[in-house]
């Protein structure tokens, strides 16, 4: 099996982008968030990114569960996909891939 070096370049440039950002962002995450949701137009483009999020978080679900991990495991993918959507599907792709090898 190949290893994740794609994802885990996704993860640390991404990472690294959302950490800069919001080290100089001048509004909290919550206040961006109530933001982008005021609007129809942008409130879209978050509903469907959740939307992705939640089919992320159910194929991690469904393949933690074929490999023997207890949902508890999981919850830590779960918590940065509901936070940072993209990190919690890269990280288990770069964890479940480098404990294939």
Known sequence: MHRPYIALAGLLGFSLYTLATMLTA????IAFGRELLSRP???QVVIDL???ALLACV???KDGRRRGRSTASLLPYFLLTAV???LGPLLYLVVKGFKDE
């Open 59 to 61: 194929w991690m679900y």
């Open 26 to 29: 001048e509004q909290s995450l």
């Open 50 to 52: 959740y939307l992705m």
């Open 41 to 43: 137009d942008t409130a």
């Open 84 to 86: 940072f959507v993209s």
